[in-house]
C-alpha cells in the first residue's frame, strides 16, 4: 500500500482473528466501504499456512504495516487474540499509539474502516468503533 499523499497521516487498522483467513475476508469486505488512504492489515493467523491461533509477532508486525503516524486500531475475535494484541501493544509501547478496542469484529471493523479519514483521531475513531457493540440485529 502507498503512504498518504500531501503529508496526511491517518490511523491505521489491525483485523485480528484466530484464522487469518477470516481476517482477510474481514477486510476484503470493508474494502468496499474504504473511502480513503490508509493501511487495513490483516493481523491473523500464527503461520503462512494458515493454521489457527494469533502471535504477537504477527500482530506487531500488522501493527507496524499499519502504522502511518496517527497511531493503530487493533481489532480482534476473541480470548487469545486479545491477550497476544495487548503482548504486541506492550512491545511496540515507545513506537507506536496502539489502542485494542472492544467491540464485535465484523460490525467494529466495518464502523472503523468507514469512519477512518485523514481529519479523525485515533480517540474518535476509537469511541466510533465502540458504538458497534449497541447496533441491533433487529
Not at 487469545?80 to 501493544?89: C, G, P, R, W
Not at 466510533?128 to 433487529?138: G, M, T
Amino acid at each position: 500500500m502507498s503512504k498518504i499523499s500531501m503529508g496526511e497521516t491517518m490511523v491505521g487498522i489491525v483485523v485480528v482473528a484466530h484464522n487469518p483467513k477470516l481476517s482477510q475476508e474481514i477486510i476484503n469486505f470493508c474494502l468496499e466501504l474504504k473511502n480513503s488512504d490508509f493501511h487495513l492489515v490483516n493481523g491473523g493467523g500464527i503461520d503462512k499456512e494458515g493454521n489457527y491461533g494469533t502471535c504477537p509477532q504477527i500482530i506487531s508486525r500488522a501493527i507496524k504495516s499499519a502504522d502511518q503516524g496517527d497511531g493503530v486500531v487493533v481489532l480482534c475475535d476473541l480470548g487469545s487474540s486479545v491477550l497476544n494484541a495487548e503482548k504486541a501493544k506492550e512491545a511496540l509501547k515507545d513506537e507506536i499509539r496502539v489502542e485494542i478496542v472492544d467491540a464485535p469484529i465484523v460490525e467494529g471493523a466495518i464502523v472503523g474502516v468507514s469512519s477512518n479519514h485523514p481529519k479523525v483521531k485515533i480517540e474518535t475513531l476509537v469511541e466510533f468503533i465502540k458504538e458497534a457493540k449497541e447496533f441491533p440485529k433487529f
